[in-house]
């Protein structure tokens, strides 16, 4: 199977999610060429449009997933927004665009107390076949932000957000900590049943 990113934390955090769902396929990063772009308004409609376009280029089974940082106090922003949300341009590179939009998180948030912090990272993840099957799963893992980046794990919002029962951010925790509770384990768990049927592997 295909996955529909570029992003090699991603793949090797999802290899290994799929891989404890037991489930025996060989993952690959999309090969190199233009990015589709996610004009979805929901996190749903933009891991179809991913995956859609990755069968038809490939010609392989095809899974996506768009997932992002929905803060209360935000009205649920960043959103699908999530990736993009500091304006950097997609040229940047990723550490920068992540340090980016977690400093504006941060300073959008600087005034807010821990009360009002909650936050959750959710996930849509899909699947789509070249014959034209589709079928899309979602994950979520609540929690609340801090109010200064801790740990080196991970990627994207991680060192902000602390897990509702843990005392350490995402980026702190181990990647097989991470998996078990995080939204993208959440919903990759579930869509391996499903690529199980779809499949017959």
Known sequence: MVLAS????????????????????????????????????????????????AARVTGLPAVADDSGLAVDALGGMPGVLSARWSGLLPGAGRAERDAANNALVLAQLADVPEERRGAAFVCAAAVVTPDGAEQVVH???????????????????????????????????????KDAISHRGRAFGQLAGVLRELLAI
């Open 6 to 53: 570029r992003n090699d934390a991603k793949l090797v955090e999802l290899r290994r999610i799929l891989a404890v769902a037991g489930l025996a396929v060989e993952l690959v990063a999309l090969p190199d060429g233009p990015d589709v772009p996610e004009t979805g308004a929901t996190f749903a409609e933009n891991a179809l449009i991913k995956a859609r376009d």
């Open 139 to 177: 994950g979520q893992m609540c929690g609340r932000l801090v109010r200064v980046p801790r740990g080196d794990g991970g990627f994207g919002y991680d060192p902000l957000f602390l897990p509702d029962g843990q005392n350490r951010t995402s980026a702190e925790l181990s990647p097989a900590e």
